[in-house]
Protein backbone atom coordinates (compact mmCIF):
# COMPACT_ATOMS: atom_id res chain seq x y z
CA UNK A 1 0.00 0.00 0.00
CA UNK A 2 1.39 3.31 -1.06
CA UNK A 3 0.47 7.00 -0.59
CA UNK A 4 0.08 8.98 -3.19
CA UNK A 5 0.03 12.89 -3.31
CA UNK A 6 -1.84 14.29 -5.99
CA UNK A 7 -0.51 18.03 -7.21
CA UNK A 8 -3.15 19.48 -9.57
CA UNK A 9 -6.50 17.35 -8.38
CA UNK A 10 -8.89 19.22 -10.02
CA UNK A 11 -7.47 19.28 -13.63
CA UNK A 12 -7.76 16.88 -16.63
CA UNK A 13 -4.47 14.73 -15.60
CA UNK A 14 -5.94 14.95 -11.61
CA UNK A 15 -8.99 13.35 -12.45
CA UNK A 16 -7.70 10.86 -14.48
CA UNK A 17 -5.12 9.80 -11.95
CA UNK A 18 -7.85 9.61 -9.49
CA UNK A 19 -9.74 7.26 -11.87
CA UNK A 20 -6.78 4.87 -12.33
CA UNK A 21 -5.96 5.05 -8.56
CA UNK A 22 -9.85 4.38 -7.31
CA UNK A 23 -9.07 0.82 -9.44
CA UNK A 24 -6.36 -0.38 -7.06
CA UNK A 25 -7.59 0.02 -3.97
CA UNK A 26 -5.41 -2.60 -2.21
CA UNK A 27 -2.30 -0.58 -3.76
CA UNK A 28 -2.69 2.95 -3.53
CA UNK A 29 -4.48 5.53 -0.53
CA UNK A 30 -4.26 9.08 -1.30
CA UNK A 31 -2.37 11.35 0.86
CA UNK A 32 -2.84 15.06 -0.01
CA UNK A 33 -5.09 16.11 -2.93
CA UNK A 34 -4.55 19.82 -4.46
CA UNK A 35 -6.47 22.67 -6.19
CA UNK A 36 -6.25 26.62 -7.20
CA UNK A 37 -9.71 27.52 -8.20
CA UNK A 38 -11.54 24.79 -8.22
CA UNK A 39 -12.59 24.30 -4.18
CA UNK A 40 -15.77 23.10 -4.53
CA UNK A 41 -14.52 20.33 -6.78
CA UNK A 42 -11.56 19.95 -4.00
CA UNK A 43 -14.50 19.45 -1.72
CA UNK A 44 -16.46 17.02 -3.50
CA UNK A 45 -13.13 15.02 -4.35
CA UNK A 46 -11.85 15.68 -0.55
CA UNK A 47 -15.44 13.58 0.41
CA UNK A 48 -14.63 10.96 -1.54
CA UNK A 49 -11.13 9.69 -1.56
CA UNK A 50 -10.57 10.87 1.94
CA UNK A 51 -7.36 12.20 1.70
CA UNK A 52 -5.32 13.33 4.97
CA UNK A 53 -4.44 16.62 3.73
CA UNK A 54 -6.06 18.93 1.09
CA UNK A 55 -3.54 22.18 -0.28
CA UNK A 56 -5.60 25.52 -1.51
CA UNK A 57 -3.93 28.21 -2.78
CA UNK A 58 -5.49 31.05 -0.26
CA UNK A 59 -6.13 31.67 3.72
CA UNK A 60 -9.98 32.48 2.64
CA UNK A 61 -10.43 29.10 0.60
CA UNK A 62 -8.89 27.20 3.44
CA UNK A 63 -11.09 28.36 6.15
CA UNK A 64 -13.96 27.77 3.65
CA UNK A 65 -12.60 24.04 2.83
CA UNK A 66 -11.91 23.24 6.36
CA UNK A 67 -14.99 23.94 7.95
CA UNK A 68 -16.82 21.54 5.96
CA UNK A 69 -14.22 18.51 6.54
CA UNK A 70 -13.11 17.16 9.63
CA UNK A 71 -11.13 14.49 8.98
CA UNK A 72 -8.60 16.24 6.71
CA UNK A 73 -6.05 19.01 7.06
CA UNK A 74 -6.17 21.88 4.94
CA UNK A 75 -2.89 23.53 4.02
CA UNK A 76 -2.43 26.42 1.97
CA UNK A 77 -0.10 27.97 -1.02
CA UNK A 78 3.34 26.69 -2.01
CA UNK A 79 4.48 25.61 1.35
CA UNK A 80 1.64 23.57 2.01
CA UNK A 81 2.48 21.98 -1.41
CA UNK A 82 5.90 21.44 -0.65
CA UNK A 83 5.07 20.29 2.50
CA UNK A 84 2.86 17.13 0.81
CA UNK A 85 5.37 16.69 -1.69
CA UNK A 86 8.16 15.54 0.93
CA UNK A 87 6.36 13.97 3.79
CA UNK A 88 7.92 11.05 4.52
CA UNK A 89 4.83 8.76 4.34
CA UNK A 90 4.30 9.52 0.66
CA UNK A 91 5.93 7.04 -2.01
CA UNK A 92 4.71 8.68 -5.02
CA UNK A 93 4.09 12.31 -5.87
CA UNK A 94 1.88 12.95 -9.40
CA UNK A 95 2.78 16.01 -10.76
CA UNK A 96 -0.20 17.49 -12.10
CA UNK A 97 -0.30 21.25 -11.21
CA UNK A 98 -0.23 23.00 -15.03
CA UNK A 99 3.11 25.63 -15.41
CA UNK A 100 5.53 27.16 -13.49
CA UNK A 101 3.41 27.06 -10.47
CA UNK A 102 4.44 23.24 -10.34
CA UNK A 103 8.28 23.73 -9.57
CA UNK A 104 8.56 24.68 -6.23
CA UNK A 105 6.64 21.42 -5.02
CA UNK A 106 7.68 19.01 -7.78
CA UNK A 107 11.86 19.90 -6.82
CA UNK A 108 10.52 19.31 -3.23
CA UNK A 109 9.07 15.61 -4.57
CA UNK A 110 12.53 15.25 -5.88
CA UNK A 111 14.57 16.45 -2.84
CA UNK A 112 12.71 14.16 -0.72
CA UNK A 113 13.52 11.34 -2.63
CA UNK A 114 10.26 10.62 -4.21
CA UNK A 115 8.64 8.53 -7.16
CA UNK A 116 7.98 11.57 -9.06
CA UNK A 117 5.18 10.99 -12.23
CA UNK A 118 6.09 14.14 -13.95
CA UNK A 119 3.19 15.79 -16.10
CA UNK A 120 3.81 19.36 -15.70
CA UNK A 121 6.14 19.32 -18.63
CA UNK A 122 6.54 23.55 -18.06
CA UNK A 123 8.84 22.41 -14.36
CA UNK A 124 11.55 20.58 -16.07
CA UNK A 125 11.41 22.63 -19.00
CA UNK A 126 12.15 25.65 -17.21
CA UNK A 127 14.80 23.95 -15.04
CA UNK A 128 16.06 20.82 -16.56
CA UNK A 129 19.59 20.56 -15.63
CA UNK A 130 18.66 21.49 -12.19
CA UNK A 131 16.09 18.84 -12.11
CA UNK A 132 18.30 15.98 -13.58
CA UNK A 133 21.14 16.70 -11.18
CA UNK A 134 18.97 16.67 -7.94
CA UNK A 135 17.15 13.25 -9.09
CA UNK A 136 20.69 11.88 -9.26
CA UNK A 137 21.80 13.54 -5.58
CA UNK A 138 18.41 12.34 -4.02
CA UNK A 139 17.95 8.58 -5.63
CA UNK A 140 14.80 10.18 -6.76
CA UNK A 141 13.06 8.51 -9.71
CA UNK A 142 11.75 10.69 -12.47
CA UNK A 143 8.95 8.70 -14.57
CA UNK A 144 7.28 10.62 -17.31
CA UNK A 145 3.61 10.75 -17.64
CA UNK A 146 3.26 13.20 -21.04
CA UNK A 147 1.70 10.18 -23.56
CA UNK A 148 4.72 11.02 -26.15
CA UNK A 149 7.73 10.22 -23.44
CA UNK A 150 5.81 7.92 -21.34
CA UNK A 151 5.98 6.04 -24.67
CA UNK A 152 9.80 6.66 -25.56
CA UNK A 153 10.33 5.16 -22.07
CA UNK A 154 8.19 1.78 -22.43
CA UNK A 155 10.61 1.77 -25.81
CA UNK A 156 13.29 1.43 -24.11
CA UNK A 157 15.17 -1.31 -21.79
CA UNK A 158 17.57 1.51 -20.06
CA UNK A 159 15.52 4.55 -20.37
CA UNK A 160 18.36 7.04 -17.58
CA UNK A 161 21.30 5.43 -19.62
CA UNK A 162 23.18 7.36 -22.23
CA UNK A 163 21.56 6.94 -25.98
CA UNK A 164 24.79 5.57 -27.85
CA UNK A 165 25.07 2.78 -24.79
CA UNK A 166 21.77 1.92 -25.46
CA UNK A 167 22.48 1.95 -29.47
CA UNK A 168 19.53 4.72 -29.62
CA UNK A 169 20.10 6.89 -32.94
CA UNK A 170 16.94 8.91 -32.75
CA UNK A 171 13.75 9.65 -30.62
CA UNK A 172 10.88 10.49 -32.55
CA UNK A 173 7.81 12.47 -31.36
CA UNK A 174 4.66 12.29 -32.67
CA UNK A 175 2.73 15.30 -32.80
CA UNK A 176 -1.60 15.05 -33.66
CA UNK A 177 -0.75 18.26 -35.12
CA UNK A 178 -3.59 19.78 -32.98
CA UNK A 179 -7.16 21.69 -34.47
CA UNK A 180 -5.63 23.86 -36.78
CA UNK A 181 -3.84 21.44 -38.80
CA UNK A 182 -4.81 22.19 -42.17
CA UNK A 183 -6.33 25.84 -41.41
CA UNK A 184 -4.38 28.19 -43.98
CA UNK A 185 -2.37 31.01 -42.62
CA UNK A 186 -5.13 33.30 -43.47
CA UNK A 187 -7.80 31.51 -41.30
CA UNK A 188 -5.16 30.74 -38.46
CA UNK A 189 -6.12 34.80 -37.46
CA UNK A 190 -8.98 34.41 -36.80
CA UNK A 191 -8.98 31.66 -34.56
CA UNK A 192 -10.90 32.05 -31.06
CA UNK A 193 -9.72 30.80 -27.87
CA UNK A 194 -13.17 28.50 -27.97
CA UNK A 195 -11.71 26.73 -31.57
CA UNK A 196 -8.58 26.59 -29.99
CA UNK A 197 -9.39 24.47 -27.08
CA UNK A 198 -11.38 21.89 -28.83
CA UNK A 199 -8.63 19.23 -29.47
CA UNK A 200 -9.57 16.53 -32.08
CA UNK A 201 -7.94 13.75 -30.16
CA UNK A 202 -7.55 14.34 -26.74
CA UNK A 203 -9.38 16.41 -23.76
CA UNK A 204 -6.95 18.44 -21.99
CA UNK A 205 -6.72 21.82 -20.00
CA UNK A 206 -7.20 25.12 -21.88
CA UNK A 207 -3.21 25.70 -21.34
CA UNK A 208 -2.03 23.30 -22.65
CA UNK A 209 -4.90 22.58 -25.17
CA UNK A 210 -3.46 26.31 -26.49
CA UNK A 211 0.19 24.89 -26.40
CA UNK A 212 -1.15 21.88 -28.87
CA UNK A 213 -3.28 24.39 -31.43
CA UNK A 214 0.22 26.80 -31.25
CA UNK A 215 2.40 23.47 -31.58
CA UNK A 216 4.56 25.05 -28.56
CA UNK A 217 3.47 21.70 -26.59
CA UNK A 218 5.60 20.05 -29.06
CA UNK A 219 8.72 22.09 -28.79
CA UNK A 220 8.12 21.92 -24.62
CA UNK A 221 7.76 18.30 -24.95
CA UNK A 222 11.59 18.14 -27.57
CA UNK A 223 12.80 19.92 -24.88
CA UNK A 224 11.29 17.41 -21.78
CA UNK A 225 12.65 14.64 -23.94
CA UNK A 226 16.05 16.27 -24.46
CA UNK A 227 16.51 16.03 -20.35
CA UNK A 228 14.35 13.38 -19.57
CA UNK A 229 16.18 10.89 -22.10
CA UNK A 230 19.97 12.76 -21.89
CA UNK A 231 19.41 13.74 -25.95
CA UNK A 232 20.85 16.25 -27.73
CA UNK A 233 18.15 18.26 -29.75
CA UNK A 234 19.03 17.19 -33.03
CA UNK A 235 18.92 13.67 -32.09
CA UNK A 236 15.14 14.15 -31.45
CA UNK A 237 12.77 14.42 -34.29
CA UNK A 238 8.71 15.18 -34.83
CA UNK A 239 6.18 13.74 -36.67
CA UNK A 240 2.64 14.79 -37.44
CA UNK A 241 0.57 11.76 -37.02
CA UNK A 242 -3.39 12.47 -36.56
CA UNK A 243 -4.95 9.91 -35.44
CA UNK A 244 -2.73 9.53 -32.26
CA UNK A 245 -2.35 5.90 -32.35
CA UNK A 246 1.28 5.70 -32.15
CA UNK A 247 2.43 7.89 -29.09
CA UNK A 248 6.55 8.21 -30.10
CA UNK A 249 8.82 6.23 -31.51
CA UNK A 250 12.46 5.08 -30.82
CA UNK A 251 14.78 4.51 -33.50
CA UNK A 252 18.02 1.83 -33.06
CA UNK A 253 21.48 1.81 -35.11
CA UNK A 254 20.52 -1.58 -36.01
CA UNK A 255 17.50 -0.33 -38.10
CA UNK A 256 15.18 -1.21 -35.59
CA UNK A 257 12.07 1.21 -34.97
CA UNK A 258 10.30 0.38 -31.71
CA UNK A 259 7.01 2.16 -31.25
CA UNK A 260 4.00 2.28 -28.19
CA UNK A 261 0.44 2.24 -29.44
CA UNK A 262 -2.62 2.46 -27.77
CA UNK A 263 -6.14 4.20 -27.65
CA UNK A 264 -5.48 8.27 -26.98
CA UNK A 265 -6.28 8.01 -23.28
CA UNK A 266 -4.34 9.63 -20.13
CA UNK A 267 -5.46 6.74 -17.90
CA UNK A 268 -2.86 4.36 -20.10
CA UNK A 269 0.78 6.28 -19.46
CA UNK A 270 -0.80 7.39 -15.78
CA UNK A 271 -1.27 3.25 -14.91
CA UNK A 272 2.08 2.86 -16.47
CA UNK A 273 4.25 5.27 -14.43
CA UNK A 274 2.08 4.55 -11.32
CA UNK A 275 2.77 0.63 -11.37
CA UNK A 276 6.22 0.90 -13.08
CA UNK A 277 8.16 -2.20 -13.52
CA UNK A 278 4.47 -3.68 -13.19
CA UNK A 279 1.09 -3.29 -15.28
CA UNK A 280 -2.47 -2.60 -13.83
CA UNK A 281 -5.39 -2.00 -15.24
CA UNK A 282 -6.22 1.93 -16.27
CA UNK A 283 -9.74 1.34 -17.66
CA UNK A 284 -8.62 2.04 -21.44
CA UNK A 285 -9.74 -0.09 -23.63
CA UNK A 286 -7.14 -2.84 -25.84
CA UNK A 287 -6.48 -1.38 -29.25
CA UNK A 288 -8.25 -2.21 -31.84
CA UNK A 289 -6.24 -2.65 -34.99
CA UNK A 290 -8.91 -3.65 -37.31
CA UNK A 291 -11.03 -0.61 -36.24
CA UNK A 292 -8.27 2.59 -35.67
CA UNK A 293 -8.19 3.42 -39.61
CA UNK A 294 -5.35 3.77 -42.08
CA UNK A 295 -2.37 5.64 -39.62
CA UNK A 296 -0.68 8.81 -41.52
CA UNK A 297 2.70 10.69 -40.85
CA UNK A 298 3.67 13.88 -42.41
CA UNK A 299 6.49 16.68 -41.43
CA UNK A 300 5.77 19.75 -39.60
CA UNK A 301 5.35 23.25 -41.01
CA UNK A 302 7.42 25.52 -39.66
CA UNK A 303 5.86 28.27 -41.25
CA UNK A 304 2.44 28.35 -39.64
CA UNK A 305 3.76 26.61 -36.84
CA UNK A 306 6.92 28.90 -35.89
CA UNK A 307 6.92 27.58 -31.63
CA UNK A 308 8.50 24.59 -32.67
CA UNK A 309 11.70 26.42 -34.17
CA UNK A 310 11.07 28.92 -31.16
CA UNK A 311 12.05 25.92 -28.79
CA UNK A 312 14.65 23.96 -30.48
CA UNK A 313 16.38 27.65 -31.10
CA UNK A 314 16.02 27.97 -26.68
CA UNK A 315 16.89 24.51 -26.34
CA UNK A 316 20.40 24.99 -28.20
CA UNK A 317 20.84 28.22 -26.59
CA UNK A 318 20.73 26.30 -23.02
CA UNK A 319 20.69 28.23 -19.97
CA UNK A 320 17.76 30.14 -19.14
CA UNK A 321 16.61 30.39 -22.52
CA UNK A 322 13.64 27.45 -22.13
CA UNK A 323 12.38 28.74 -18.69
CA UNK A 324 12.48 32.00 -20.54
CA UNK A 325 10.62 30.72 -23.44
CA UNK A 326 8.51 29.10 -21.27
CA UNK A 327 7.26 32.07 -19.48
CA UNK A 328 6.70 33.95 -22.62
CA UNK A 329 3.94 31.36 -23.58
CA UNK A 330 2.36 31.11 -20.66
CA UNK A 331 1.74 34.85 -20.37
CA UNK A 332 0.81 34.58 -24.49
CA UNK A 333 -1.25 31.81 -23.76
CA UNK A 334 -3.54 33.88 -20.82
CA UNK A 335 -3.71 37.01 -23.01
CA UNK A 336 -4.79 34.89 -25.77
CA UNK A 337 -7.61 32.54 -23.41
CA UNK A 338 -8.66 36.51 -22.09
CA UNK A 339 -9.44 37.42 -25.67
CA UNK A 340 -6.39 40.15 -24.88
CA UNK A 341 -4.45 38.89 -28.00
CA UNK A 342 -4.50 36.97 -31.47
CA UNK A 343 -3.32 33.55 -31.75
CA UNK A 344 -0.86 34.41 -34.28
CA UNK A 345 0.28 36.93 -31.79
CA UNK A 346 1.89 33.98 -29.20
CA UNK A 347 4.82 33.09 -31.33
CA UNK A 348 5.77 37.04 -32.13
CA UNK A 349 5.52 37.64 -28.34
CA UNK A 350 7.71 34.59 -27.22
CA UNK A 351 10.13 35.08 -30.28
CA UNK A 352 10.63 38.94 -29.32
CA UNK A 353 10.83 37.81 -25.24
CA UNK A 354 12.94 35.51 -26.61
CA UNK A 355 15.40 38.32 -28.02
CA UNK A 356 14.97 41.16 -25.24
CA UNK A 357 15.39 39.09 -22.21
CA UNK A 358 19.67 37.64 -21.29
CA UNK A 359 19.89 34.24 -20.66
CA UNK A 360 21.94 33.34 -18.08
CA UNK A 361 23.62 29.84 -16.57
CA UNK A 362 20.30 27.93 -15.25
CA UNK A 363 22.78 26.63 -12.28
CA UNK A 364 20.08 27.27 -9.23
CA UNK A 365 16.30 27.69 -8.58
CA UNK A 366 17.18 31.53 -7.98
CA UNK A 367 18.00 31.82 -11.77
CA UNK A 368 15.74 29.93 -13.41
CA UNK A 369 13.00 31.98 -11.24
CA UNK A 370 14.83 35.31 -11.88
CA UNK A 371 14.92 34.36 -15.50
CA UNK A 372 10.64 33.43 -15.35
CA UNK A 373 10.07 37.21 -13.68
CA UNK A 374 12.02 38.83 -16.36
CA UNK A 375 10.62 37.20 -19.28
CA UNK A 376 7.24 37.37 -17.37
CA UNK A 377 7.47 41.61 -16.73
CA UNK A 378 9.12 41.62 -21.22
CA UNK A 379 5.75 39.50 -22.04
CA UNK A 380 3.19 41.40 -20.44
CA UNK A 381 4.77 45.17 -21.88
CA UNK A 382 5.53 43.34 -25.58
CA UNK A 383 1.34 42.48 -25.02
CA UNK A 384 0.61 45.96 -24.05
CA UNK A 385 1.85 47.21 -27.12
CA UNK A 386 0.32 44.85 -29.45
CA UNK A 387 -2.84 45.19 -27.61
CA UNK A 388 -2.88 49.51 -28.89
CA UNK A 389 -2.08 47.67 -32.41
CA UNK A 390 -4.44 45.02 -32.07
P1 LIG B 1 -5.74 21.58 -16.04
O1 LIG B 1 -5.83 23.02 -16.36
O2 LIG B 1 -6.89 20.69 -16.39
O3 LIG B 1 -5.41 21.39 -14.49
C1 LIG B 1 -4.39 22.12 -13.87
C2 LIG B 1 -4.34 21.84 -12.38
O4 LIG B 1 -3.39 22.71 -11.78
C3 LIG B 1 -5.67 22.10 -11.68
O5 LIG B 1 -5.80 21.22 -10.59
C4 LIG B 1 -5.50 23.54 -11.19
O6 LIG B 1 -6.33 23.87 -10.07
C5 LIG B 1 -4.04 23.53 -10.78
N1 LIG B 1 -3.44 24.86 -10.83
C6 LIG B 1 -3.56 25.79 -11.81
N2 LIG B 1 -2.85 26.89 -11.52
C7 LIG B 1 -2.27 26.66 -10.31
C8 LIG B 1 -1.43 27.45 -9.46
N3 LIG B 1 -1.03 28.69 -9.80
N4 LIG B 1 -1.02 26.89 -8.30
C9 LIG B 1 -1.40 25.64 -7.94
N5 LIG B 1 -2.21 24.86 -8.71
C10 LIG B 1 -2.63 25.36 -9.89
O7 LIG B 1 -4.39 21.04 -16.76
P2 LIG B 1 -4.06 19.57 -17.25
O8 LIG B 1 -4.48 18.56 -16.24
O9 LIG B 1 -4.49 19.41 -18.65
O10 LIG B 1 -2.46 19.64 -17.30
C11 LIG B 1 -1.67 19.57 -16.11
C12 LIG B 1 -0.22 19.41 -16.51
O11 LIG B 1 -0.06 18.16 -17.20
C13 LIG B 1 0.27 20.49 -17.48
O12 LIG B 1 1.61 20.79 -17.20
C14 LIG B 1 0.17 19.82 -18.84
O13 LIG B 1 1.11 20.32 -19.77
C15 LIG B 1 0.50 18.37 -18.49
N6 LIG B 1 -0.05 17.39 -19.40
C16 LIG B 1 -1.42 17.28 -19.57
C17 LIG B 1 -1.95 16.36 -20.45
C18 LIG B 1 -3.44 16.21 -20.60
O14 LIG B 1 -3.88 15.31 -21.33
N7 LIG B 1 -4.26 17.01 -19.94
C19 LIG B 1 -1.08 15.49 -21.25
C20 LIG B 1 0.32 15.65 -20.97
C21 LIG B 1 0.80 16.56 -20.08
P3 LIG B 1 -7.86 24.44 -10.28
O15 LIG B 1 -8.41 23.68 -11.44
O16 LIG B 1 -8.50 24.11 -9.00
O17 LIG B 1 -7.74 25.89 -10.56
MG1 LIG C 1 2.14 15.01 -24.80
Given at each position: ?61 A ?55 L ?25 P ?59 M ?7 S ?62 A ?14 L ?9 P ?8 D ?41 S ?28 L ?10
Amino acid sequence: MQYVTLLGATGSIGRSTLDVLERHPDRYRVFALSAHQRIEELLHLCQHYKPLYAVVANASQADWLQARLTECSVLVGTEGLCQVAEDERVGMVMAAIVGAAGLAPTLAAIRAGKKVLLANKESLVMAGALFMAEVQRHGATLLPVDSEHNALFQCMPRPGTDLDVQGVERLVLTASGGPFWSTSQADLVKVTPEQAVQHPRWSMGPKISVDSATMMNKGLELIEACWLFHAPEHRVDICIHPQSIIHSLVQYRDGSTLAQLGCPDMRTPIAVALAWPERIGSGVPLLDLLRCGPLEFSAPDHDRFPCLDLARQAMRAGGTAPAILNAANEVAVAAFLQNETSFMSIPVIISQTLEHVAGTPADSLEAVLDADARARSCALRLLSANRVNH
